[in-house]
């Protein structure tokens, strides 16, 4: 059963009355009265929500049903109202009729089945108006919507920064953005109704065969390169990223193919740009690297006939006054020669290109040979030097050439920092698990503001100290480094001016657990046997040999006039049977007509070859007796430089500026390796 109709009466008491009697037998309709004794048009707000409709008496001196229906109209409260009043005035009728009233009935010319029957029609009438109302609304806000939807959808892929398209069943353009007419060279309106073949005659076939398979497999294709040309830039080819998408209906129906295509030519030409500046740079770093190579070669090769002819005068016997001058032409020399080196090391060292050969080694033995490699200038300025190598944990993970070389630096610097007279302190000891080295002087110190910087590279405080001292500056910074690459760290100290300096370095005892990224380039050492660094020979060499030997011939290249006669000279007096040559085809003719060499003393460039197919020839020529040992003595002395030495089958790797005694010990070193 239907919930019944409820009735609002607005009435004088007396009409109420009335009313109700006439509706009393009315089925369906319950009469609500307004609160008890109250006639506030408030009511009708009050209990909007609980009634269907509203019957209002018209007594213009108690109840204004014109006011009653203002307040329904005015406070959207879509009640119909029913004016039911005793007046028979057509013109009130009228006004309130217009006001928005349903109906004007009037008392005693309607029945209570009349009445009972206008509320209901009213109330269904009512009803179905707000029913079709909101349908209308509801239709308005879906067009709304809808039309809010394809402005946004038209000014999105309108105005999107990529070519959009949509085609139909017969892969014909129906709907493009700006973008891709701006692509194409055509306009938007010239697109629609053809084919891609059609309006783009000379763009990849490919195109609609993918288009094709798209529409037929309802599988997309996306990001796929394509190259052709279009009427927007005419000869030239351009290159797209394309995507093909199915498009269907909410009820699946496939209706087209979408499509997507990004401009990507300025991209691509830059990407080509990129690569041969790459390229280019690249070509460039070999160039200087080559460069380098062959400048270090060509620095240091005029060197060796120098510190040579020095050691033979030496060697002779000369007057005192001269041994002076002598010895300072030598040291020169050899600086000449460690600028050479550290300019190269910190070049390789910032192109990432300085290996590590790491094994357990020594500290302390490193620390004792570098102080000694100083002594002689520790001598002459009468310096104070004292050792105290305390540490238990002296054997840690490192490079011994390299590790050498910062113990040597810093020796060398306290050596050259100090006045003559002062005083050097080298310690050792422990810090947990790692070893702490220090070395200290009594020099001319360095100042607060010098401090941050003393590591970078040429970098040696105020001017006048280059000009004093000699260097660029450069070890401290390959020191840095060096230390970096052993996972160490090094750090300066000093209470300022005329105070003096400590470096302290610290290091693990072993390779760190993980290595992080930027980590150095090490590979470990396959032997026991010690490894000879470029110009290094192990200093008990000398002393390894019988002195009583049948003389070794000796075979000895070298393009440079003035190093060939100076070495020559000294090999002889030494006791070497030696045959000379200047190039690679003389080594070879030469060697073939005399008695079979034993060792191989070459120069690595020449100018028709290089020392190492002279040494290769002699490993794999045929016949019995000896292998012939060989010693590269060269101006190129970057690892790959010594790689290729060894892989060629000379023993030792010398790099010039070579004394005469570091090419007598490593002859000592290969003669008593034979025995």
Not at 101 to 108: D, H, P, T, V
Not at 223 to 251: C, F, K, L, M, Q
Not at 628 to 645: C, N, P, T, Y
């Amino acid at each position: 059963m239907s919930e019944p109709l409820r009735v609002l009466l607005l009435d004088e008491a007396e009409s109420r009355l009335a009313v109700r009697e006439m509706l009393a037998g009315a089925e369906g309709i319950e009469l609500v009265d307004s609160p008890p004794g109250t006639f506030s048009l408030k009511a009708i707000g009050e209990m909007a929500h609980r009634i269907d409709c509203v019957l209002a008496g018209h007594h213009p001196s108690t109840i204004d049903a014109g006011a009653v229906l203002r307040e329904v109209r005015d406070g959207g409260l879509g009640l119909p109202v029913i004016v039911f009043t005793a007046d028979g005035d057509p013109r009130p009728a009228v006004e309130l009729l217009k006001a928005g009233a349903s109906e004007y009935l009037i008392k005693g010319a309607v029945s209570g089945e009349a009445l009972a029957r206008s509320v209901r029609s009213t109330v269904r009438v009512h009803r179905a108006e707000m029913a079709a109302a909101a349908a209308r609304a509801n239709v308005l806000a879906a067009n709304r919507a809808r039309d809010e939807a394809v402005a946004l959808l038209d000014t999105l892929v309108g105005g999107a920064p990529v070519g959009i398209a949509f085609f139909d069943t017969e892969l014909r353009y129906v709907r493009v953005n700006r973008e891709l007419a701006r692509i194409n060279g055509v306009s938007v309106e010239a697109h629609l109704g053809k084919t891609v073949a059609e309006l783009l005659p000379h763009m990849n076939p490919q195109v609609m065969i993918d288009l094709g398979e798209v529409l037929r497999s309802g599988v997309p294709v996306v990001n796929i390169d394509v190259t052709g040309e279009t009427p927007a830039d005419p000869g030239a080819a351009h290159d797209w990223i394309v995507s093909y998408y199915p498009v269907r209906s909410a009820g699946g129906e496939t209706l087209g193919v979408g499509a997507t295509v990004i401009d990507i030519t300025d991209r691509k030409r830059h990407q080509r740009e990129l690569a041969q500046a790459k390229e280019a740079a690249e070509a460039a770093n070999r160039s200087k690297d080559q460069f380098l190579a062959v400048l270090s070669h060509e620095l240091r090769t005029p060197l060796t006939p120098v510190l040579m002819a020095v050691q033979a005068m030496q060697e002779d016997g000369v007057p005192e006054e001269l041994r002076g001058m002598l010895a300072m032409i030598r040291r020169n020399v050899e600086l000449e020669a460690r600028l050479i080196d550290d300019l190269l090391d910190l070049t390789r060292i910032a192109k990432g290109k300085l290996q590590l050969h790491l094994e357990m080694i020594d500290a302390h033995d490193l620390i004792t040979s570098a102080l000694e490699i100083c002594r002689g200038e520790i001598e002459h300025k009468g310096l104070v030097v004292n050792v105290e190598l305390t540490a238990r944990r002296h054997v840690v993970y490192a490079d011994s050439a390299r590790l050498q070389q910062v113990f040597w630096n810093l020796i060398n610097n306290a050596v050259k920092f100090t006045p003559a007279g002062g005083a050097l302190t080298i310690r050792s000891h422990d810090e947990e698990e790692r070893l702490v080295a220090e070395v200290s002087d009594s020099g001319i110190g360095i100042d607060a503001d010098t401090l941050p910087r003393i590591f970078d590279a040429f970098e040696q405080g105020e001017g006048t100290i280059t000009r004093r001292f000699g260097g660029l500056g450069l070890g401290l910074a390959i020191c840095r480094a060096l230390m970096r690459m052993h996972w160490g760290q090094i750090h300066a100290s000093s209470a300022g001016k005329g105070k003096g300096a400590t470096f302290t370095i610290k290091l693990a005892g072993h390779a760190p657990a993980t290595v992080v990224r930027g980590a150095p380039v090490v590979t470990a050492a396959k032997t026991a046997q010690p490894r000879v660094k470029a110009g290094a020979v192990p200093a008990s060499a000398a002393a390894a040999a019988a002195p009583d030997r049948t003389p070794c011939r000796v075979l000895m290249v070298d393009d440079h006039e003035d190093t060939r006669a100076a070495m020559k000279k000294l090999l002889e007096r030494s006791g070497y049977h030696v045959t000379t040559a200047d190039s690679v085809q003389g080594a070879i003719a030469g060697a073939a007509g005399e008695l079979p060499i034993d060792i191989l003393i070459s120069d690595i460039g020449l100018p028709d070859g290089s020392g190492l197919e002279i040494m290769r020839h002699f490993r794999h020529r045929g016949g019995g007796g000896q292998p012939v040992r060989g010693i590269a003595l060269s101006g190129f002395g970057m690892e790959e430089d010594i790689r290729r030495s060894r892989e060629a089958g000379f023993e030792h790797h010398l790099t010039k500026p070579v004394t005469f005694d570091r090419l007598r010990a490593a002859l000592k070193q290969i003669e008593a390796a034979e025995k």
